[in-house]
């Protein structure tokens, strides 16, 4: 597949940029992507959650009424689950959610989630570039120019760029990241992937390893 290589004004240039089959057209693997994704989203959980159980609360162990005779079932003491203000049966305790998942299939989900968006048509090739400072109106300006302000944008970039970085962070819908660091969750969250031109090479190089 040959995608023409865009100007960040909005213009088009007369250069093609290729994009290897290999990891751009392949049959896409659902099931790599689902445990992918499902991987990235556990590895963000804190996991601090915590309630207190029977032990741990703190409360008068009499018991609250004669346990025979009333016509009732028997009741314990203040902390039972089954009273306002009593311990939670089986509540959340802290725990670690990370779980480990082999390389190979993270590259298979990572190429079928870029071939997904190279069929649909969200994948964009820009020319290198580079911002004088920081500012987020020239961000906001470079999106406008490419028609794709009102929607969701993974920025693709070869190399760390502070500057580019900096003045799209207060953009809601705006994602920057390096070659090297792009995830299966992120390019399927994004409407549109604006890669640089430079960045293809780097992408190539890093499934070859």
């Given at each position: 597949m040959e995608l023409v290589v865009h100007k960040i004004d909005g213009s088009t240039t007369t250069r093609k940029v290729a994009l290897d089959d290999a990891i751009f057209g392949i049959e896409p693997n659902d099931h790599a992507i689902y445990l992918d994704v499902k991987q990235h989203l556990a590895n963000k959980r804190q996991g601090t959650h915590s309630s207190k159980e029977r032990s741990q609360m703190s409360g008068s162990t009499r018991k609250l009424k004669r346990?025979?005779?009333?016509?009732g079932a028997r009741s314990g003491d203040i902390n039972s689950p089954l009273f306002v203000g009593?311990?939670?049966?089986?509540?959340?305790?802290?725990?670690?959610?990370?779980?480990?998942?082999?390389?190979?299939?993270?590259?298979?989900?990572?190429?079928?989630a870029l071939t997904y968006?190279?069929?649909?048509n969200e994948i964009m090739i820009l020319e290198d570039f580079s911002f004088e400072e920081i500012?987020?109106?020239?961000?906001?300006?470079?999106?406008?120019?490419?028609?794709?302000?009102?929607?969701?944008?993974?920025?693709v970039l070869p190399e760390s760029d502070q500057k580019v970085y900096m003045s799209s962070r207060n953009i809601?819908?705006?994602?920057?990241?390096?070659?090297?660091?792009?995830?299966?969750?992120?390019?399927?969250?994004?409407?549109?992937?604006?890669?640089?031109?430079?960045?293809v090479q780097k992408i190539n190089e890093m499934f070859q390893k």
């Open positions: 346990q025979k005779g009333t016509g009593g311990a939670r049966a089986f509540g959340p305790q802290p725990r670690v959610y990370n779980f480990k998942l082999n390389k190979k299939v993270k590259q298979l989900a990572r190429k079928s968006k190279a069929k649909q500012k987020t109106s020239r961000y906001k300006e470079l999106l406008a120019n490419l028609k794709v302000a009102d929607q969701k944008t993974l920025m809601q819908k705006a994602r920057v990241l390096t070659a090297a660091s792009i995830n299966t969750y992120d390019i399927l969250n994004a409407g549109n992937i604006l890669i640089v031109e430079s960045s």
